[in-house]
Nanobody
Framework: QVQLVESGGGLVQSGGSLRLSCADSRRTFSTMGWFRQAPGKEREFVAA????????LYTDSVKGRFTISRDNVKNTVYLQMNSLKREDTAVYYC????????????????WGQGTQVTVSS
């Protein structure tokens, strides 16, 4: 059974940084990524990375501020979030799939439980 476990969320001031982690120690996925959902809004794509790390995708609003990375030995994906803004406040979900990198949530088969990120002014 796949179990993605996220960690690293919390409360941070605007301009600060957080690093999210997501791991499943039992298997490796071709693509791992992050989505987020703010209150009253649809879940949106944030970033994703393929197996080799050479294929990454970011949503425009986080480019230059967020960096996705992965450690395939540990089956872990990270999301380094810098220069955080209030509009980054959301529940962040780790997701994984066996196919190529895409930004469509319906294409991801496996999901974590979510971790709250709150950015205060």
């Amino acid at each position: 059974q796949v179990q993605l476990v996220e960690s690293g969320g919390g409360l941070v001031q605007s301009g600060g940084s957080l690093r999210l982690s997501c791991a499943d120690s039992r298997r490796t996925f071709s693509t791992m990524g992050w989505f987020r959902q703010a209150p009253g809004k649809e879940r949106e794509f944030v970033a994703a990375m393929g197996w080799s790390g050479g294929n990454t995708l970011y949503t425009d609003s986080v480019k230059g501020r967020f960096t996705i990375s992965r450690d395939n030995v540990k089956n872990t994906v990270y999301l380094q979030m810098n220069s955080l803004k209030r509009e980054d406040t959301a529940v962040y979900y780790c997701a994984a799939r066996l196919g190529s990198v895409v930004n469509i949530s319906a294409e991801y088969n496996y999901w974590g439980q979510g971790t709250q990120v709150t950015v205060s002014s």
